[in-house]
């Protein structure tokens, strides 16, 4: 039978350290309440007596040096092992990060705890100030309810970093995209509509008409044949239609007053020179992102159809590790795709389903909820079949898949091994059957990474990916080629 325990939000980590020292009285535990210049810092055993006072600690290499030899005094003068000892803190800002990551380089074990969870626990709630805020704190890792081994360093703290950077430049992206439609209403209506001038918006030939003495009268000066010529250099299909088309257009659209066109192409030229700079650092951001994810079990979430590289690793850094992530329900839970229930009056009481709660990791459910969305699209049979029945019965599909992309998932990062389809996953199916499908899905998983450039160190001996391949290839005696 499985075990159970009622404290489902403690951390493992923290709890076996306890057991370790074999009493709370040869635990130490070191609260910090960090801050830009100075950070408070306070040293107390597992029972909760203070040792020694909150007391000052600088933000540098000279602050970690004193705060270390504190501890290591206290700890001689008591019988405490380093091994018993750790530190924890509200999760770290960027003024603190550097302070937290020299801590775990020499080896201690530094926790961090959610702010929203500490404010509760303060003695005074009606008052915030470094001591009641460090006494929250204290509470909170004494009863072992804090993180330590989330995407917090190594591979995954590296990839969290390179998604969320890519997440904000697709941001200022979508912003500048924006301000050239406002130019690009009064300069040449109707330009950035396929539709109507037959060339798709923000592509390169358009960036390029759009950087050059951009206006209906100039488009419709330009040669046919110098036009057609540019837009076959910039991959535009159907050149001389599309030239024709966009000409005859500009014919027909209102024109913005003479006195106030040269100050908008200028304005408009730089829009265009931000635009693709953005979008080169946004290609350089995808494919280190690429490198990052092939290195952990995240590749496997490339097997999924509809899922690509970009989708796999915003899940994958924030999910972190998953061998050390908690169990799924709480995973759910993090994501904010599950809805909030309240029952009472017994067993025959009436259950009360609401919304999702506010209070979650938005960029992982943001991640986790396109992820449903382009699997209820273009994704495994069973899976665009069950988005379609839960749409057409009211619920909400796209969290519902969700909920079953997330389970799915961390068990295949946890087995290393690629999606299979329910009927293949039977102890019926037939190693001809799997080879079969192997040989199927490898074209499409093999393009994923071809397309930003991380083939080979994806499918490399020491990759998961890698490690995957080489397997399946001596397994079921087949060949699949890079």
Known sequence: MKKRNIYQNQSQELLHLFEAAGSSAKVMCVPMD????????????????????????????DGIEYLVDQVTRSCRRRGIKKKHVFFGGEDANSFAENFVSTLRCQGWLVAGVNAHDAKKQR?????????IDLMGIATMLLSCRANCCPAQSGTYRNLRTLVRHRRKLVAMLTEVKNR?????????????????????????????????????????????????????????SKAEETAFKLQQYASQVLHAPVEYVDTLQLSLAQ???????????????ENEIAVSLAQTQGAFLTSFRGIGIVLAAGVT???????????????????????????TGGIDGKTYTGKVAKRCNRILKDHVVQSAHHMGLHGPEDLMTDHKRRDASGQHADFGIGRRYLRTGMSLMRTSQIYL????????????????????????????????GALEIAFAKDRPLGLWRQMVQELYDIKLKL
């Open 317 to 343: 850094a924030e999910i972190g590790d998953p061998n050390e992530q908690k169990p799924l329900n709480n995973l759910v839970s993090y994501s904010g795709i599950i809805p909030r229930v309240k029952q």
């Open 421 to 452: 389809p329910p009927w293949l996953r039977k102890a019926d199916a037939t190693m001809e059957e799997r080879a079969g499908y192997y040989l199927m899905i490898w074209p499409k998983l093999r393009e994923k990474w071809v397309k930003y």
């Open 180 to 236: 050239v439609h406002g130019i690009v209403d009064r300069l040449f209506p109707g330009f950035l509509n396929e539709s109507k001038c037959g060339i798709v918006p923000f592509t390169q030939s358009s960036l390029y008409l759009m950087e050059n003495r951009f206006s209906p009268k100039q488009v419709r000066r330009r040669k046919r044949e110098k036009l057609i010529e540019i837009l076959k250099r910039f991959g535009t």
């Open 34 to 61: 960090y801050a830009k210049k100075d950070h408070l810092a306070m040293l107390c055993n597992g029972h909760g007596t203070i040792l020694r006072k909150p007391f000052s600690v600088k933000n540098s290499p």
């Open 271 to 285: 829009h265009v020179k931000h635009i693709r700079c953005l979008q080169e650092s946004v290609a350089q951001l």
């Open 123 to 131: 003695a005074n709630l009606q008052a915030s100030t470094d001591r």
